[in-house]
């Protein structure tokens, strides 16, 4: 867990000298959190896209050399 870096920030968080200040600090954290599962959600949905246009191009990868092969038994 040392090098897991929200324990450590929680820790600061729960050092911090005043309430609000550490209201400050757990509402920035939480913030942060939310971008970092936005992030992660795009991060997904981009990786989802890129499996579906590889599948595609693959497709079209084999319809074209089997219309290839039947333009060479064409000649």
Do not use: Y
Request: with cysteine.
């Amino acid at each position: 867990m040392e090098d897991c870096i929200i324990p450590n920030i929680i820790e600061k968080i729960l050092r911090a000298d005043n309430q609000e200040k550490k209201k400050d600090c757990f509402v920035a954290f939480i913030e942060l959190g939310h971008h970092l599962f936005a992030n992660v959600e795009a991060v997904s949905l981009r990786k989802i896209e890129i499996v579906r246009a590889t599948k595609e191009v693959e497709t079209a990868r084999a319809e074209a050399k089997d219309a290839w092969a039947e333009v060479k038994r064409l000649k």
